[in-house]
């Protein structure tokens, strides 16, 4: 009865020059681990559900990653998007597959770039969740403990009473401004949203009932075809139709029975060059230097990734990326790492797509 959706439908554009729109940061060893992020985070899910249960939601674009990375899943497995609609409508489109498949399932959801230390703890939390989720018509995240007021995180105020490790979700707040964020921050009684939740297909369907009547009408339609020849000519036509709005903003800031299990398992969302630093191994002055022979001179906590065989020469840089990809090399102040998707577009502007 268990089955996951794994998410791989981002474009990581944070990770540029290395995440590209043809080759997002999923589908990189983005930690040198010689895994890619979605080769690590199906291993992972491996462990909670059978390996035919797994399904990937992509953009049609990277079909061929997907196989060629994760040679275990089957076409059946695999829901190509036409076009990029957030997490929404994926969610909801693969929930009322594998609703059909099984009206029983328990799934859960989960992006394909994250990090997390401690697997067996991780198993155990979603274990829990699984159990809580078989027996109630809930909607479980999990939350994590938060260190700063990072604006790109969903926030969740949770009810503390109850002898359950899971509770109830007080208000959940989808990507607050920094004032909010630092104001959350202050009261102590808020976690981060992981990003990554446990239901049954058949809550989250009726959620989506509830409070995405439209899309849930348009994605009713192709149920008849499902699984059949023209399941694609419906995606196809239907699904760009979707709105493009995320789960966090169209079902958990709505619904009514989101519940939370804080957890303590080591959480990084992969999703910027400083969260990756923090979770490479460095050299005794902070440099994290991935595939590179170097000669580091004066200088301090610098990422450094490049070709195999290139010899880079840094003396007196810190706090720096340094990225040299295929004609591309950045050279660009951590401090400033958000603002690396407005230098792609620049460049984009300047040179074309790179
Ligand atoms: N298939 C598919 N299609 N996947 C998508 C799409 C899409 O159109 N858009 C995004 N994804 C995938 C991404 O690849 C990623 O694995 C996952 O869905 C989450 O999307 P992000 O774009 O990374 O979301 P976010 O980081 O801004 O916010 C979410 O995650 C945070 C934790 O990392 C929210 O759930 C936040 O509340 C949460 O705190
Ligand atoms: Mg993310």
Same mark, same amino acid.
């Given at each position: 009865n268990y089955y996951a959706i794994l998410m791989a439908g981002g474009v990581g554009s944070r990770f540029w020059p290395v995440s590209k729109n043809d080759f997002p940061k999923q589908f990189h060893d983005m930690l040198g681990t010689?895994?890619?992020?979605?080769?690590?985070?199906?291993?992972?899910?491996?462990?909670?559900?059978?390996?035919?249960?797994?399904?990937?939601?992509?953009?049609?674009?990277?079909?061929?990653?997907?196989?060629?990375?994760?040679?275990?899943? +089957?076409?059946?497995?695999?829901? @190509?998007?036409?076009?990029?609609?957030?997490?929404?409508?994926?969610?909801?489109?693969?929930?009322?597959?594998?609703?059909?498949?099984?009206?029983?399932?328990?799934?859960i959801v989960a992006p394909s770039d994250h990090w997390i230390e401690d697997e067996d703890m991780f198993t155990a939390n979603?274990?829990?969740?699984?159990?809580?989720?078989?027996?109630?018509?809930?909607?479980? +995240? @999990?939350?994590?403990?938060? +260190?700063?007021?990072? +604006?790109?995180?969903?926030?969740?105020?949770?009810?503390?009473?109850?002898?359950s490790s899971i509770k109830k979700v007080a208000q959940f707040t989808e990507k607050p401004d920094y004032e909010t964020a630092k104001k959350f921050l202050i009261t102590k009684s808020y976690l981060w949203n992981a990003g990554i939740f446990i239901w049954s297909a058949k809550s989250i369907v009726a959620a989506f009932s509830k409070y995405q009547e439209e899309m849930t009408t348009l994605f009713e339609k192709g149920m008849s075809c499902y699984n059949t020849e023209e399941e694609k000519d419906f995606i196809d036509e239907n699904?760009?139709?979707?709105?493009?709005?995320?789960?966090?903003?169209?079902?958990?800031e709505n619904a009514p029975n989101v519940y939370v299990l804080p957890v303590s398992f080591d959480w990084n969302d992969l999703g910027t060059w400083g969260s990756l630093h923090s979770k490479l191994d460095k050299d005794e002055s902070e440099n994290a230097v991935v595939n590179a022979k170097t000669i580091l001179v004066d200088a301090k906590n610098n990422i450094i990734r490049t070709n195999p065989d290139k010899i880079v020469v840094v003396d007196g840089l810190s706090d720096y990326i340094i990225v040299d990809k295929d004609d591309v090399l950045v050279i660009y102040p951590k401090r400033k790492e958000q603002d690396i998707k407005k230098v792609r577009s620049a460049v984009k502007d300047a040179f074309g797509e790179h």
């Open positions: 010689g895994e890619t992020l979605i080769q690590k985070t199906f291993s992972r899910l491996s462990k909670l559900i059978p390996a035919e249960n797994i399904f990937i939601l992509t953009n049609e674009k990277y079909n061929d990653l997907v196989l060629e990375q994760l040679p275990e899943i +089957t076409a059946r497995q695999v829901v @190509l998007e036409p076009a990029m609609r957030n997490t929404a409508p994926c969610i909801l489109y693969a929930s009322m597959k594998i609703q059909k498949e099984n009206p029983d399932a328990m799934m979603v274990n829990e969740c699984f159990d809580a989720c078989e027996k109630e018509d809930i909607l479980v +995240t @999990l939350g994590i403990q938060p +260190t700063f007021p990072n +604006t790109g995180y969903g926030y969740i105020k949770f009810e503390k009473e109850g002898d699904y760009p139709k979707a709105e493009n709005i995320s789960i966090d903003y169209a079902i958990l």
